[in-house]
């Protein structure tokens, strides 16, 4: 085959690919602008009256949710990202006894599927009456994300050049000094692009929050799965106000994409030129 014709049935190949990844999303964003009479007679034909209330009725009903996952989300992402950096940086520039294995046996814990834990951490979680609290599902998310962190950040600080320790040192710089100096500027592009993909993980995770939390303090996703339109809504708008619901919680995700989407890619690259 020449390679003309190949690389056409290839890009042809990536369009059919990248249509059927975005239809999804534009059905869902029109038919949040439907009424539900709209969506059952014709559910792939464009709103002929985009009808905006729904959005307005949605957010009504998942706003403090928001608030919830915003602040449950930002801490466990710091805190993991804060604690997987500092394990990185001991695996990658520090010299102690059993440092390989003890690598390893982090690096095993991404081996064991996570909802093989699912139960001991649920019990874990009641007898130490986290239950129905934030921290419930944060520090969790913080110990849950540090085997991937601490594999990808060990990784990029051992191939960051010895010789800007070594000149460091000549000056006087201790560890904490090489960490906070060195290592810290130099991952940002990594830590950016961990950050982004926990937040996208955490913010839609629907199992842990529906186990761990209650309807006053549900989450996001907890949130428009239990979505119930108000009482002076029509009931056969349900699906498009829900559907209204799960546009708006992609919003955030889009936005922090948009404005991170240098830095994200940035850290892509750079992990895997040196892994």
Do not use: C
């Amino acid at each position: 085959m020449p390679i003309r014709i190949r690389g056409l049935w290839i890009h042809m190949a990536i369009i059919v690919l990248a249509a059927l990844t975005i239809y999804p999303i534009v059905f869902m964003v029109v038919n949040a602008f439907k009424t539900g009479a709209e969506t059952a007679a014709s559910p792939f034909a464009l709103p002929l009256h985009p009808l905006f209330n729904n959005f307005k009725l949605a957010l009504q009903a998942t706003w403090p949710a928001y608030r919830q996952s915003a602040f449950i989300v930002g801490v466990s992402v710091f805190g993991m990202l804060s604690s997987a950096l500092l394990a990185s940086y001991a695996f990658a520039r520090l010299q102690f006894r059993e440092r390989e294995m003890l690598f390893y046996v982090v690096f095993g814990l991404l081996l064991i599927p996570p909802f093989l834990t699912l139960i001991p951490l649920f019990l874990e979680i009641k007898n130490l009456g986290l239950l129905d609290t934030p921290w419930g599902l944060i520090l969790p998310y913080i110990a849950g994300g540090q085997a991937f962190a601490i594999f990808i950040l060990r990784s990029f600080i051992r191939a960051i050049p010895e010789d800007l320790f070594e000149a460091a040192r000549i000056d006087g710089a201790h560890d904490l000094r090489l960490f906070w100096h060195i290592a810290v500027p130099l991952s940002v592009p990594i830590l950016i692009t961990l950050a982004v993909l926990n937040v996208v993980g955490l913010w839609s995770d629907y199992i842990l929050p529906s186990l761990v939390l209650n309807s006053a303090h549900e989450t996001v996703a907890m949130a428009i799965a239990n979505f119930v339109p108000p009482p002076q809504a029509p009931s056969i708008n349900a699906f498009n106000q829900q559907l209204a619901a799960f546009t708006l919680s992609s919003i955030p995700l889009g936005v922090l994409f948009l404005f991170l989407m240098r830095y994200f890619v940035a850290g892509i690259t750079s992990g895997a030129l040196k892994m």
